[in-house]
């Protein structure tokens, strides 16, 4: 079993600050990415940032993020964050962590994505 719990949502005004925390715990042997998803109300669920682990990638970021979050990762603690500055009421969403587990399987491995229950985030004023 994997579990992924994310904190640290709630209720800004515009051009304020959130920072996100999502700590992977479980039966995890190596974890090859982690990332943040987000879910406004009637769309669909949308990538809006990465970052490799064993997978050594680059952070990435959907465009309209670019420049305003930051995702980092604290691989000793399993935890991926996401700074999200310059709010703007387009980014109320339920945000969503992601994380891609690596499992041996006989004389290979099996990397498998893991889901936390999401946290909201409301930016208004």
């Known amino acids: 079993q994997v579990q992924l719990v994310e904190s640290g949502g709630g209720l800004v005004q515009p051009g304020n600050s959130l920072k996100l925390s999502c700590v992977a715990s479980g039966n995890i042997f190596k974890i090859n990415n982690m990332g943040w998803f987000r879910q406004a109300p009637g769309k669909q669920r949308e990538l809006v940032a990465t970052?490799?682990?064993?997978?050594?990638?680059?952070?990435t970021y959907t465009n309209s993020v670019k420049g305003r979050f930051t995702i980092s990762v604290d691989e000793a603690k399993s935890t991926v964050y996401l700074q999200m500055n310059s709010l703007k009421p387009e980014d109320t969403a339920v945000y969503y962590c992601?994380?891609?587990?690596?499992?041996?399987?006989?004389?290979?491995?099996?990397?498998?994505?893991?889901w936390g229950q999401g946290t909201q985030v409301t930016v208004s004023s």
């Open positions: 970052i490799g682990i064993e997978s050594g990638g680059a952070p």
């Open positions: 992601n994380a891609d587990v690596i499992t041996p399987q006989g004389a290979g491995i099996t990397i498998k994505p893991h």
